[in-house]
Every structure is written in structure tokens, then in C-alpha cells.
């Protein structure tokens, strides 16, 4: 599986912006899909994650409120909504396919990792 992130850009504090994950040559609609963000000196965490049939989805306690995971099994494309963006929220996002139907937190249970979009909050 090889999985393609896009859709980041600048935004101003209190925006919004949607990110796709996108699978180039395999489906990943049996794969809970998560979503990492690495800001620059920080290491890469956690901040949502679907599964695969999204019935179930979890995230950070940073993002909790203010982002949706969301996919879309017949277009083999997931999406992260992030709604009231914050200066904090400014980081490198990630899309990773987990081993499994269901996922957690950790980055060891994702196996296949996309590029990352940048997202810049600005105020």
C-alpha cells in the first residue's frame, strides 16, 4: 500500500482545512487509517485515526472537538477535517495504514506511511 497526502497549505488561526489520504496502487478499505503530525524539533504524534469501515474513530486530546477522520471505502480515500486551527497545530501531517481493521494510537501498529502535507497556522 502506498498512501499519498495532500491537501495542506497556509491558513489563519481559526480556519479550516481537509486533508486526503489517498492509496496509489492498492486499496487500503480493509486498513484502519491514521493521521501523525511532526512539528519541526517535536517528535511524530498521534492525532486521529478510522476504522476500516469507519464505524469507529479516536483522537488526540489536542485535536478532540476540532477534527474529523473520514473515509470514503468506495473512493479508497480518507480524510482528516480540521476545523478552528491553532498556531500549535502547525506541523508536517502524516497518513499511515494500520496492520489491521482496527487501530490505535501507536505508530508501531501502522504499517504503510505516506508522504506528508505541510500544514502553517498563521496569526
Known amino acids: 500500500v502506498q498512501l499519498q497526502a495532500s491537501g495542506g497549505g497556509l491558513v489563519q488561526a481559526g480556519g479550516s482545512l481537509r486533508l486526503s489520504c489517498v492509496s496509489a496502487r492498492r486499496t487500503f478499505s480493509n486498513n484502519a487509517v491514521g493521521w501523525f503530525r511532526q512539528a519541526p524539533g517535536k517528535e511524530r504524534e498521534f492525532v486521529g485515526a478510522?476504522?476500516?469501515?469507519?464505524?469507529?474513530?479516536h483522537y488526540s486530546e489536542s485535536v478532540k472537538g476540532r477534527f474529523t477522520v473520514s473515509r470514503d471505502r468506495s473512493a479508497n480515500i480518507v480524510y482528516l477535517q480540521m476545523d478552528n486551527l491553532a498556531l500549535e497545530d502547525t506541523a508536517l501531517y502524516y497518513c499511515?495504514?494500520?496492520?489491521?481493521?482496527?487501530?490505535?494510537?501507536?505508530?508501531?501498529?501502522?504499517?504503510?506511511w505516506g508522504q506528508g502535507t505541510l500544514v502553517t497556522v498563521s496569526s
Open positions: 499511515a495504514a494500520a496492520r489491521s481493521s482496527y487501530s490505535d494510537s501507536s505508530r508501531s501498529s501502522y504499517a504503510y
Open positions: 478510522i476504522s476500516w469501515n469507519g464505524g469507529s474513530t
